[in-house]
């Protein structure tokens, strides 16, 4: 099962490539068809089998020989790696395929807010409704509860904490990234929202740092958030609990 929701994964991210391509553009998803973007040759079934055809094309257009970005190899490989994880976490339950669908959000505006440093409404808006909507297909939460405690808490909680930054920061934040967190929240509840923000937080502090260091940024140069608040996301999604009971134990 984990070979199979590995594979499926694998599809799902080789459709998240039109979506980093075409929806901050407001192209359709479903026209044209898959093409090549340098010599408009309508691809084949044999050039769209994810990983294997990258890979027997060494990155390049079979028609044209135009360079295919690495990152389309990365999306397809690192949604095949949490659908497996998801499996191995939750077994066959809602939560998976709820959580399938979660990842795929988070490794979308990953890419997207890494290319055009933005967090599109279109996204956050429809998966904050997604998340309340599922609330009562989770089996590990009750409608009424969920939302007037763990699921809404956790919303509630992102979205005033990154507002809280983007208000003291005074605009080194954008406010896209205020609505990414409260989506966290929303998807995440409490208290696995502090889970994503902690670690979201420390992966970009430590990336923003070596790329000083490196000097491949200067201080007043932008650093995108959403990708390191969609690592954080995705890690508290599988092991946001136990990241809280171990931090936790101590203090009970």
């Not at 208000?167 to 990234?177: K, L, N, Q």
Request: proline share 4%; hydrophobic share 50%.
């Amino acid at each position: 099962m984990i070979i199979l929701l590995f594979i499926l994964g694998l599809e799902f991210g080789s459709f998240l490539n039109v979506v980093i391509d075409r929806l901050p553009d407001g192209r359709s998803l479903m026209k044209p068809p898959s093409h090549c973007d340098n010599c408009g040759t309508r691809l084949k079934i044999v050039d769209l089998i994810p990983l294997i055809s990258y890979l027997w094309l060494r990155g390049r257009c079979r028609y044209c020989g135009l360079h295919i970005p690495i990152r389309v190899f990365c999306v397809e490989l690192a949604t095949g790696i949490m659908f497996a994880f998801l499996w191995a976490r939750y077994g066959l339950s809602n939560e998976l395929w709820i959580f399938a669908v979660y990842a795929c959000l988070f490794i979308a505006i990953f890419v997207i807010d890494l290319n055009t440093q933005l967090i599109l409404n279109k996204m956050t808006y429809p998966a904050c409704i997604f998340a309340l909507a599922t609330v009562p297909l989770r089996d590990d939460l009750n409608y009424f509860d969920s939302v007037t405690g763990n699921t809404f808490i956790g919303g509630v909680v992102g979205f005033t904490l990154l507002l809280l930054v983007v208000v003291v920061s005074r605009g080194g934040m954008g406010f896209g990234d205020v609505k990414m967190s409260a989506l966290m929240g929303f998807a995440l509840g409490y208290p696995n929202i502090f889970v994503g923000l902690f670690v979201g937080i420390i992966t970009g502090g430590l990336v923003a740092t070596g790329l000083l260091i490196m000097k491949r940024k200067g201080r007043k140069q932008a650093i995108p958030f959403g990708p390191f608040l969609a690592i954080g996301a995705m890690t508290a999604l599988i092991w946001g609990d136990a990241i809280w009971d171990w931090y936790t134990t101590p203090f009970n």
